[in-house]
Every structure is written in C-alpha cells, then in structure tokens.
Nanobody, 124 residues
C-alpha cells in the first residue's frame, strides 16, 4: 500500500512558478511509477506527467511539455512537480498517483493509489 499527500499548491500570477510535492508512505514507493494528474472545475481528470519506478523515464502531456518537470527523491519518498511559466489554464486541483511497477503511463486506470489533491490557481 502507498499513502500519498500532496502539498505546495497556491495562488500564483501567470508566468510564475510553483513546486508541488507528494509525500509517500508505505513500502512500495521505490517500486511504483508515479504520476501527476489535474482536474479543473467541470472537466475530467487529465494526465500531466509520469515517471517510471526507476526514475529514468518521464513523459508529459503536450500542454505542459517544456514547462513542467517531474522528479522523485527515493531517500525522502517524495515526488515533485516543478511548474514554470504557469498559465491561467493550468488552474486545477493537482493529484499525485502511484502505479506499482508501472512505466509512468498516461492511462489514469493504471494508477491504484491517489492523494487528496492540492489546489493550484493561476491568475491572469
């Protein structure tokens, strides 16, 4: 089992940056692919980016590529999402999720464990 707690959300102006963290507890963080998803009001939850369990492979949604970076710290059992050049359309609740032994897929159904989410609001 993996328990996930996101933090780092907040209000930021367009063009600004935020770093989200996802603290994981449990014994499987080191062998789980991790993903970031987001859900804007009235919209479906969508893939933002993922990192495989080994940490050597990442993938991103086209909408955030070259602006967002995923990383993970195995010693701290923490996943990060560095978000730069934020836009108003990035406003959403951001969730981290874990897929044991997975590749960091964009398929939401592959993820077994989810955090409670953290709100990111980007003002224009």
């Amino acid at each position: 089992q993996v328990q996930l707690v996101e933090s780092g959300g907040g209000l930021v102006q367009a063009g600004g940056s935020l770093r989200l963290s996802c603290a994981a507890s449990g014994r499987t963080f080191g062998t789980s692919a991790m993903g970031w998803f987001r859900q804007a009001t009235g919209k479906e939850r969508e893939f933002v980016g993922g990192i495989n369990w080994g940490g050597g492979s990442t993938r991103y949604a086209d909408s955030v590529k070259d602006r967002f970076t995923i990383s993970r710290d195995y010693a701290k059992n923490t996943l990060y999402l560095q978000m730069n050049s934020l836009k108003p359309e990035d406003t959403a609740v951001y969730y981290c999720a874990a897929d044991p032994w997975g590749p960091g897929s964009s398929d939401i159904s592959k993820y077994d464990y989810w955090g409670q989410g953290t709100q990111v609001t980007v003002s224009s």
